[in-house]
C-alpha cells in the first residue's frame, strides 16, 4: 500500500511515541489554517517566501506566529507551541508550515536550513515513562530548476529530540533541533542535470511536541524560537546572461 506523505509523517510521528509508551489517535482533524501571504518585497540577490501558511490538527492557531524576513531569513518566535502534561495524563502538539521557496532572477538556491530551540520541564516521581519529545520534519518538491519548470522532484528530512524524567530532570532545560536541505546535492545524488540549480521549491514542514506523565509527575515542552535561513548563489556574469536568454526563449514559446 502506497501512503502519502502526511500518513508517512503521522506514522513516523506515532514511532517516536510509541517507543515512549503512548501514541495521540492518527487521524485527527484540522483545527485550522492561517495565511501569512507572500514575502516577496525583497532586495535582488536573496530569496522569496510566497504562500506562508501554517495548519494544525491539534490546537487552535497560531502555534508559530506571524514571521519576520530579513534577507534570506524567515523567522518565527511561537508563543503558544508547547504540550502540557501531569499525574498520568498526555499531550501532543502537532503544527505544520507550507510555503514556496523562490529564488530572485538572476540567482539560485543551493540549500536551507530549518532551525528551532525551545525549553522543557520534567519533575516529580516517576520513571522515564515520564518523558517530553520534540520531532521535525520536512518535505521538499522542486518544482523549477534553472528558471525552468519540471514535474516535483520530491524528497524527504526529519530529526527528533527525545528527555525522561530519570536521565534529564530538571525546570526549563534546553533543547534544540536542526535540519539541513541541500537542493545542489539531491540533484547531484540523483544524476539530474542543471547548469545553476535549483530556483523554485515547495516545502511543507511538520512539528511535534509531546508530553507524557505519570502520577505525581509532570512533562512540559515548549518551543520558543523557529526560523528557516536559506543560501542562494549567484552566476558567473556570461552565465547570468545566457540564464536570461533562455527564459526569454521560453516565455516567448509559453506565449
Not at 510521528?13 to 501571504?37: E, F, K, P
Not at 516577496?40 to 501558511?53: A, R
Not at 515547495?202 to 512540559?220: K, M, P, R, Y
Request: with cysteine.
Amino acid at each position: 500500500m502506497q501512503l502519502t506523505r502526511k500518513e508517512k509523517r503521522i506514522r513516523a510521528t506515532c514511532a517516536l511515541a510509541v517507543a515512549m509508551s503512548w501514541c495521540v489517535a492518527a487521524g485527527y482533524s484540522q483545527a485550522g489554517i492561517m495565511n501569512y501571504g507572500d514575502f516577496d518585497d525583497i532586495p535582488p540577490g536573496t530569496v522569496m517566501y510566497l504562500g506562508v501558511q501554517e495548519s494544525s490538527g491539534t490546537d487552535p492557531l497560531p502555534l508559530y506566529g506571524s514571521p519576520t524576513v530579513t534577507g534570506n531569513l524567515i523567522d518565527f518566535e511561537p508563543a503558544t507551541f508547547t504540550a502540557s502534561a501531569e499525574d498520568g495524563n498526555s499531550d501532543q502538539t502537532d503544527g505544520q508550515l507550507n510555503f514556496t521557496l523562490m529564488s530572485t532572477p538572476g540567482n539560485f538556491i543551493t540549500d536551507f536550513t530549518l532551525s528551532e530551540s525551545g525549553r522543557y520541564t520534567l519533575f516529580g516521581t516517576g520513571t522515564a515513562s515520564t518523558a517530553v519529545a520534540a520531532a521535525l520534519s520536512v518535505d521538499i518538491d522542486i518544482i523549477e530548476i534553472d528558471g525552468v519548470s519540471v514535474s516535483p522532484l520530491d524528497s524527504g528530512y526529519s530529526t527528533s529530540f527525545t528527555a525522561d524524567l530519570v536521565s534529564d530532570a530538571g525546570l526549563l532545560q534546553a533543547w534544540e533541533l536542526e535540519v539541513f536541505v541541500d537542493l545542489n546535492d539531491f540533484l547531484v545524488s540523483n544524476d539530474i542535470d542543471f547548469d545553476f540549480g535549483v530556483t523554485k521549491v515547495e516545502v511543507v514542514i511538520d512539528n511535534q511536541l509531546i508530553g507524557i506523565s505519570e502520577d505525581l509527575s509532570t512533562a512540559f515542552i515548549e518551543k520558543k524560537d523557529f526560523s528557516i535561513s536559506t543560501t542562494t548563489a549567484v552566476p558567473e556574469p556570461g552565465s547570468i546572461a545566457l540564464l536570461g536568454l533562455g527564459s526569454l526563449y521560453l516565455l516567448r514559446r509559453r506565449r
